[in-house]
């Protein structure tokens, strides 16, 4: 059958096939492995849930991320999610009921309306890890140097770790006393890192012009640590939370450089993804030569509350086949695959399950079948040899 329509497949939705799929679930494996040995406890949320539970606390972004439909047993709205950190908290808010420090991890599809990116994926496999129930530094590190160990196990070297903070954004935005619109619209602008634009919004927002240099000034912050002693000086006196803020980026920034020396660091204080649901520090990281970042993390305190537990909690997520496509881990290599013959034999039959007891592939031939061993990419074939059945390569 010809027709496209019938394997086709939506824009920004794929499928992995061999030997990709084979690697993808090796490293998947060896991540939840690492994860475990970390302390972090693995939850599988489900793929769907009732549209108030899943977008609770979550914002206007992933709202429209959001796939909807209706549930045809109680005509009640359900969506696919496309984020599954809001899903962790509920789980952490409302079933768990632990009030020690949590640590629990996540590895499964999400469903996204629009592509994240020109020409990315709308079905990432989103990997990640969340540490609930302690409101320090402690915490943020340690997420951060996971997340870094997440990057170098997937074959990523040289990593830039882009860090910010919500609540200068949020100090300025009290301080100026912004309408939740113009709020929203300078908030859009600043991802968009459309300065042109800002100003123009803010020339005929009304704002003082101490206001709108603020804010303008907050769009242009970002580079080395220079980037934190002029925010120190041109934010003076607007909010004490500033000046925490960036005493806070400082210490995180000292303690990731001195366990990860290697990693380069920047501070961009206009970065405000997931700002709906953040609370403080935020963070991105990258490689040279990808402008879209290979994970990305940060703390949301309040994401709870909705759910009746309001925890302190912090956590980082990325697509972890973006994350092979950016790194340079080996191929798996070429595994040795055994042709036994379709014959009925009981030696034969213990044979080939003494082989694959031992984790040794064996492709047993079908009666009728098209094609020999080589023609099934087979490297050796059990030959009988009186009454025992031998290993011999394949001409």
């Known amino acids: ?49 009732y549209l108030e539970s899943l977008l609770t606390g979550a914002g206007r972004e992933l709202d429209l991320e959001t796939f909807k439909l209706t549930d045809q047993l109680n005509g009640r709205l359900m ?18 009921h632990r009030e020690v420090p949590v640590r629990l991890c996540y590895m499964a599809r999400v469903l996204r309306t629009r592509p994240q990116g020109l ?13 609930y129930g302690h409101a320090g530094i ?8 996971l997340m870094l160990a997440t990057l170098k196990a997937c074959g990523i070297g040289r990593v830039h770790v882009d860090l910010g903070h919500i609540d200068i954004f949020r100090c300025l935005v009290e301080a100026a006393r912004l309408e939740p619109e113009i709020e929203t619209e300078l908030f859009e602008l600043l991802q968009r890192k459309a300065v ?14 101490i206001h709108r240099r603020r804010f303008l000034d907050l769009a242009n912050l970002n580079g080395g640590a220079e980037v934190l002693l002029q925010a120190r000086e041109r934010f003076a006196g607007v909010d004490a939370r500033i000046d925490a803020a960036l005493d806070y980026l400082d ?12 990693v380069e660091l920047c501070f961009d204080l206009g970065e405000l993804r997931g700002y709906h649901y953040h609370s403080g520090l935020v963070y991105a990281a990258y490689v040279p030569g990808r402008g879209q ?76 079948q098209q094609g020999d061993a080589r023609a099934m990419g087979c490297d050796q074939i059990l030959v009988r040899h009186g009454d025992q059945w031998l290993l011999t390569e394949v001409n």
């Not at 695959?337 to 064996?362: K, M, Q, S, T, W």
């Open 119 to 131: 020409g990315g994926t709308r079905s990432p496999l989103q990997v990640g890890a969340e540490l």
């Open 196 to 209: 042109a634009e800002m100003s123009e919004q803010l020339a005929a927002s009304g704002l003082g012009e």
């Open 251 to 262: 210490d995180v920034a000292a303690a990731i450089r001195h366990e990860a020396p290697d």
């Open 138 to 145: 402690d915490s943020d590190v340690e997420i951060i140097r």
């Open 293 to 368: 970042e290979l994970a990305r993390g940060g703390r949301y305190d309040g994401i709870g509350k909705a759910f009746g537990r309001a925890r302190p909690a912090t956590g980082f997520s990325a697509d972890l086949e973006g994350l092979l496509e950016a790194g340079a881990r080996e191929d798996i290599a070429a595994t040795a695959r055994i042709y036994a013959p379709a014959e009925g034999n009981a030696a034969l039959d213990d044979e080939i399950r003494r082989l694959r007891d031992e984790g040794r592939i064996v492709i047993r031939a079908l009666c009728g």
């Open 1 to 49: 059958m010809n027709d496209p329509a019938y394997w086709l497949l939506p824009e920004g939705i794929e499928e992995t096939l061999p030997p990709a799929a084979a690697q993808l679930e090796r490293v998947r494996r060896e991540l939840l492995d690492m994860y475990r040995v970390w302390g972090y406890e693995l939850v599988i949320p489900p793929l769907i849930e």
């Open 79 to 96: 969506g696919v999610r496309a984020d599954i950190t809001p899903q962790v908290a509920r789980i952490d808010a409302h079933r768990l």
